[in-house]
């Protein structure tokens, strides 16, 4: 094999190589229930919520996600007054909405809120 056949084949390996690692960490960045605890933590849920003992422990969310399905998370996140209204009962505290937030971060939060089960 000559120099040039080796050195273009030891570049297409890299590049495969860099493609793969590429598209693994896409795949982990695209994880939805990675991204809604971590849009939990940046939006500051956890002032109001509490997820495993950590947060505000009035208003813990652990079991949620057998409670509720995703259509009602999805609702509590971006439209909390319709929803606060349907319990009947005045709610301590109001929670506020995050309907100004994209769409796929709405979709994050209901998945991590969805796998707390």
């Given at each position: 094999m000559t120099q040039t056949r080796m050195l273009t084949s030891m570049m297409r390996l890299a590049l495969a190589g860099?493609?793969?690692?590429?598209?693994?960490?896409?795949?982990?960045?695209?994880?939805?229930?990675?991204?809604?605890?971590?849009?939990?933590?940046?939006?500051?849920?956890?002032?109001?919520?509490?997820?495993?003992?950590?947060?505000?422990?009035?208003?813990?969310?652990?079991?949620?996600?057998?409670?509720?399905?995703?259509?009602?998370?999805?609702?509590?996140?971006?439209?909390?007054?319709?929803?606060?209204?349907?319990?009947?009962?005045?709610?301590?505290?109001?929670?506020?909405?995050?309907?100004?937030?994209?769409?796929?971060?709405?979709?994050?939060?209901?998945?991590?809120?969805?796998?707390?089960?």
């Amino acid at each position: 094999m000559t120099q040039t056949r080796m050195l273009t084949s030891m570049m297409r390996l890299a590049l495969a190589g860099a493609f793969v690692a590429g598209l693994s960490s896409v795949a982990a960045a695209q994880d939805p229930v990675k991204k809604g605890q971590e849009l939990f933590t940046s939006q500051k849920c956890t002032m109001c919520h509490s997820v495993a003992g950590v947060g505000n422990k009035k208003f813990p969310l652990d079991g949620v996600g057998a409670k509720l399905s995703a259509a009602d998370l999805k609702e509590w996140i971006i439209n909390p007054d319709a929803m606060q209204a349907k319990l009947g009962t005045k709610p301590v505290m109001k929670m506020k909405s995050f309907k100004a937030l994209p769409a796929a971060d709405v979709d994050a939060l209901v998945a991590y809120m969805g796998s707390l089960k």
